[in-house]
């Protein structure tokens, strides 16, 4: 059974930081690539990154410089810092095995200006 577990949103004001954990079950997670995506309500899922098993990584435009996605393959764990964080960058964020429909629960994190 694979079961991703998120935590770490919540509110900040804009310039803030904050960082996002996803605790992985299973024992193939070290070869899975992970990403984070977010989601507004009624819209559709934006790729925020991704993180290959090798460490590999891809950022959306939007974040690129101000986020930073990583793993720890030993505790099963990806993360997303998120640093001089925006107003727009208020969503819901979302753990995901990457192409596959295993979805974490998703924390709100909110950008006050």
């Known amino acids: 059974q694979v079961r991703l577990v998120e935590s770490g949103g919540g509110l900040v004001q804009a310039g803030g930081s904050l960082r996002l954990s996803c605790a992985a079950s299973?024992?193939?997670?070290?070869?899975?690539?992970m990403a984070w995506y977010r989601q507004a309500p009624g819209k559709q899922r934006e790729l925020v990154a991704y993180i290959t098993g090798g460490g590999s990584t891809n950022y959306a435009n939007s974040v690129k410089g101000r986020f930073t996605i990583s793993r720890d393959n030993a505790r099963n764990m990806v993360y997303l810092q998120m640093n001089s964080l925006k107003p727009e960058d208020t969503f819901v964020y979302l753990c995901?095995?990457?192409?596959?429909?295993?979805w974490g629960q998703g924390p709100q994190v909110t950008v006050s200006s």
């Open positions: 299973g024992s193939i997670f070290s070869i899975k690539t």
């Open positions: 995901n095995i990457y192409a596959t429909h295993y």
